[in-house]
């Protein structure tokens, strides 16, 4: 059985650094074709991906994001940490760590249940 | 401004089938699978359909999905209350080298 949780601060000063961690169970993050994302949702709005990581330590990320972001793995503890520099008020949003299924086009199929994170002074 | 594009909301009456479009390209929906997921208020995305048209386990037969070119739908007949939520089309893009979202269609059940 695959699960995902994420932790970390839920609330977050603007221009600090927030370090999100997902820790999961039931799969191996060195199987061939396995990865684990970060989607974040803003109140009200919209899924976004922010970024991935795969089974071989690829690292891919929002073109949008992507100076702002780093995705790390800890395969022995079965975890992904992401961290997002810089944060700001409109950063404020549900962030989500997810298991992708495999390669070859394949999205993901579970996801963790979300940690809310408010960015304000 | 998502990449694929999904009209922002959608409705329906009890027992009606309703569909949900998704538009894409050729970077994306052209060239790899489709996924649907349903949000629920307050809880995380669920897989709905994988690869385009196939169901997990559990999702139940009156949910289906297609795709042509670059575009692709999801259905939903014998319309219940209880499909009023969110919906997103992923597809994984070759241009991103990541996946691509919709922006969402929120289903109302009349």
Excluded at chain 2, 4 to 17: E, I, M, V, Y
Excluded at chain 2, 42 to 63: C, H, Q, W, Y
Aim: glycine residues 10%; contains cysteine.
């Amino acid at each position: 059985q695959i699960t995902l949780k994420e932790s970390g601060p839920t609330l977050v000063k603007p221009t600090q650094t927030l370090t999100l961690t997902c820790t999961f169970s039931g799969f191996s993050l060195t199987t061939t074709g396995v990865g684990v994302g970060w989607i974040r949702q803003p109140p009200g709005e919209a899924l976004e991906w922010l970024a991935l990581i795969l089974w071989d330590d690829d690292k891919r990320y929002s073109p949008s994001l992507r100076s702002r972001l780093t995705i790390t793995r800890d395969t022995a503890k079965n975890q992904v940490v992401l961290t997002m520099t810089n944060m700001d008020p409109v950063d404020t949003a549900t962030y989500y760590c997810a298991h992708r299924r495999g390669s070859g086009g394949e999205l993901f199929d579970y996801w963790g249940q979300g940690i809310l994170v408010t960015v304000t002074s | 401004q998502s990449v694929l594009t999904q009209p922002p909301s959608a409705s329906g009456t009890p027992g009606q089938r309703v569909t949900i479009s998704c538009s894409g390209s050729s970077s994306n929906i052209g060239r790899n699978y489709v996924y649907w997921y349903q949000q629920l208020p307050g809880t995380a995305p669920k897989l709905l359909i994988f690869r385009n048209n196939e169901r997990p386990s559990g999702v139940p037969d009156r949910i289906s999905a297609s795709k042509s070119g670059t575009s692709a739908s999801l259905a939903i007949s014998g319309l219940r209350s209880e499909d009023e939520a969110d919906y997103y089309c992923v597809a994984w893009d070759a241009s991103l080298r990541g996946p691509a979202f919709g922006g969402g269609t929120k289903l109302t059940v009349l």
